[in-house]
């Protein structure tokens, strides 16, 4: 998932957390599950992207004396920039993760209780 797309996603999961407890119902649950899920795998994608993204600026700084320097220079701030909407992005979704899994656990005890 890009950066871009995660706002969308963070309000899914803010309406998610708003709706009214149901008890534990496995509709419910299956939802929530569905949507953890769902955001852990936005979460990998999104570190794999700033894995992928460290490389390429390491690879830019050692090639950075060789070739078209002004074209190297437009690339790594362009990289630098995705990086850190990638953090920034990452980082509010782990937050709102969090809350959803407490969620989802208080929940789950809803239902068992």
Do not use: C
Not at 16 to 33: F, I, K, N, V, Y
Not at 94 to 103: E, P
């Amino acid at each position: 998932m890009a950066p871009e797309a995660i706002p969308a996603f963070l309000e899914q999961i803010d309406e998610l957390l708003a709706e009214p407890d149901s008890e534990g119902a496995p509709a419910t649950l299956a939802r929530l599950e569905r949507t953890l899920t769902d955001g852990y795998a936005y979460a990998l994608a999104l570190e794999s992207e700033r894995w992928r993204l460290e490389q390429r600026l390491s690879e830019l700084a050692g090639e950075l004396h060789e070739g078209d320097q002004d074209e190297k220079s437009q690339e790594l701030a362009q990289i630098s920039r995705r990086l850190s909407s990638n953090g920034a992005a990452l980082e509010s979704l782990r937050s709102t993760l969090a809350r959803l899994r407490n969620h989802a656990t208080a929940v789950r005890g809803a239902a068992v209780g």
